[in-house]
């Protein structure tokens, strides 16, 4: 029994003098002034892990179109679709101001959504079925004055979204348009 304490304590001994050597070569390692292959290639391997995760965050933060150039068109990261509506009805919101402030009916009935309603200033109930039927109304029954300053007062970036949509303007004209399930944005309802 004697001889087997006495060979354990021999083996722990010797399992502490080479843990510690071992332990000592690294700390030598470590302040000598030429790091170790190990330390070499786990240096280069987070300098590529770095400058990959660095282009990555180069390419999302300015997403290119073919020509080399941002804007419309371009395809959506992850980070802007986590962004929620809020970057695409602000863009919507604002296409709908150039339209009106340019009084452009071809424009502005592209952002419809058909059958639209268009409650003219005299409170007549015209409901739109088609481009044609808005093309037919005389710009400035549908681009009115009091409509046109509330929505050129609109401050696109707190814009939000309800259940019956996005609201653009105050008291009784404003321009109300929703999300389609499919994403699509369109106006249903003119307010003059």
Same mark, same amino acid.
């Given at each position: 029994?004697?001889?087997?304490?006495?060979? @354990?304590?021999?083996?722990?001994?010797?399992?502490?003098?080479?843990?510690?050597?071992?332990?000592?070569?690294?700390?030598?390692?470590?302040?000598?002034?030429?790091?170790?292959?190990?330390?070499?290639?786990?240096?280069?391997? +987070?300098?590529?892990?770095?400058?990959?995760?660095?282009?990555?965050?180069?390419?999302?933060?300015?997403? =290119?179109? #073919?020509?080399?150039?941002?804007?419309?068109?371009?395809?959506?990261?992850? =980070?802007?679709?986590?962004?929620?509506?809020?970057?695409?009805?602000?863009?919507?919101?604002?296409?709908?101001?150039?339209?009106?402030?340019?009084?452009?009916?071809?424009?502005?009935?592209?952002?419809?959504?058909?059958?639209?309603?268009?409650?003219?200033? #005299?409170?007549?109930?015209?409901?739109?079925?088609?481009?044609?039927?808005? @093309?037919?109304?005389?710009?400035?029954? +549908?681009?009115?004055? #009091?409509?046109?300053?509330? +929505?050129?007062?609109?401050?696109? +970036?707190?814009?939000?979204?309800?259940?019956?949509?996005?609201?653009?303007? =105050?008291?009784?004209?404003?321009?109300?348009?929703?999300?389609?399930? #499919?994403?699509?944005?369109?106006?249903? =309802?003119?307010?003059?």
């Amino acid at each position: 029994m004697l001889k087997k304490k006495i060979g @354990l304590f021999c083996f722990a001994a010797v399992f502490v003098v080479v843990l510690a050597a071992g332990c000592g070569r690294k700390g030598a390692a470590d302040l000598s002034s030429s790091p170790s292959e190990a330390a070499k290639s786990e240096t280069a391997a +987070v300098k590529m892990e770095k400058s990959g995760t660095e282009e990555k965050a180069d390419e999302k933060a300015a997403p =290119e179109d #073919d020509m080399g150039q941002s804007g419309p068109g371009t395809e959506i990261t992850e =980070e802007e679709e986590s962004a929620g509506p809020g970057k695409k009805v602000e863009a919507f919101a604002e296409k709908i101001q150039e339209a009106v402030a340019d009084r452009d009916l071809q424009a502005f009935g592209d952002l419809l959504f058909y059958p639209c309603i268009l409650i003219t200033g #005299d409170g007549e109930t015209i409901t739109l079925s088609n481009q044609e039927d808005l @093309l037919k109304q005389n710009p400035d029954m +549908v681009f009115g004055d #009091d409509l046109m300053v509330a +929505v050129a007062n609109v401050d696109t +970036v707190s814009l939000k979204m309800t259940d019956k949509g996005v609201v653009m303007g =105050e008291g009784t004209s404003k321009i109300t348009f929703q999300e389609r399930s #499919d994403g699509s944005l369109g106006i249903t =309802e003119i307010r003059e």
